[in-house]
């Protein structure tokens, strides 16, 4: 694995090696892990502001529901 070194303060390194330390593992990995989650929330607000714009037009809004119930996928469980 390459790394590159980056810089924070020192109020964030002290975070990060709290963070590091209550999850048992490494600094490199606690900030992987913290890249990773800010990646996940800003998709998931910017999914939702894009459901909500979708939701204010009653007419795509049906087409995506029915478009969503088209492709729909069971799980199996009943």
């Known amino acids: 694995m390459e ?7 020192r ?6 090696l709290e963070l590091s330390r209550e999850a ?3 600094l ?3 900030v992987r892990d ?3 989650a800010l990646w996940r929330q800003r ?13 204010q037009d009653p007419t795509a809004w049906e087409a ?5 119930e088209e492709t729909h996928v069971t799980d199996g469980i009943d």
């Open 43 to 55: 998709f998931a607000r910017e999914l939702m502001g894009q459901l909500n714009e979708l939701r």
């Open 34 to 36: 913290a890249a990773e």
């Open 28 to 30: 490199i990995a606690t």
């Open 3 to 9: 790394t590159t070194t980056i810089r924070v303060d």
């Open 11 to 16: 109020d964030t390194h002290a975070r990060l």
């Open 24 to 26: 048992d593992t490494s």
């Open 64 to 68: 995506y529901l029915a478009e969503a």
